[in-house]
């Protein structure tokens, strides 16, 4: 299951007197992850490098950069730790103040990784969960047995519809769909929305 940020993350960290400003946030779409890179870059136009690594879902877009640094030591190590968490739709800028220690390839795919995941953590990343609604129609004896069964498997009632018959508009998670369709199909005609 695909996780997501539901909140801006930052982490700073020191290495060699290199400073590293990690910064994540969600995002929709490309020309959003560019803004979050933008406005990070202007908020510190004196900072040596600005990595950054970003996924959206829509148009299956997967960037990154290094900025300067070495090929391959900063914005892939970005891109991975947001790649093996299995989190999408983000943007991650590592901001890189330049402390006069050169830090190697080493040092800096550790740094750069490190920024990263701390400020991916304080987004605290969570499963992206999808629902869809559903129009549930039964008759009327049937509805304390429909209502029940629903609360039963977790299915939340978005509102209910008295007329000759019993209308319920209920929002499923996707992956309950089958047990919604299967558990207490019987007693109810069912519609997608």
Do not use: W
């Not at 060699?16 to 490309?30: D, I, Q, W």
């Not at 400020?119 to 559903?134: D, G, Q």
């Not at 299915?155 to 000759?164: F, V």
């Amino acid at each position: 299951m695909p996780l997501i940020l539901p909140k801006v993350g930052s982490f700073e960290y020191e290495e060699k007197r290199s400073k590293f400003l990690g910064y994540c946030a969600p995002v929709a779409s490309e020309s959003a992850a560019r803004l979050v890179i933008a406005e990070i870059r202007a908020a510190h136009p004196r900072a040596n490098h600005h990595v950054f690594a970003y996924e959206v879902t829509e148009g299956n877009i997967v960037r990154m950069s290094d900025d300067g640094e070495p090929h391959g030591t900063a914005g892939m190590p970005v891109l991975t730790v947001f790649q093996k968490t299995g989190v999408i739709d983000y943007v991650c800028v590592v901001t890189r103040y330049f402390g006069g220690t050169l830090l190697g390839a080493g040092g800096l795919v550790r740094a750069y990784t490190k920024a990263a995941k701390g400020a991916m953590e304080a987004a605290a990343p969570t499963e992206l969960i999808i629902y869809k609604k559903y129009r549930a129609v039964c008759a009327y004896p049937k509805f304390d047995k429909v209502k029940y069964d629903l609360d039963k498997i977790g299915i939340e009632i978005l509102h209910t519809d008295y007329t000759d018959v019993c209308t319920l508009t209920v929002q499923v998670k996707e992956a309950h769909t089958m047990q919604f369709m299967q558990g207490v199909g019987y007693d109810y005609e069912i519609t997608e929305i």
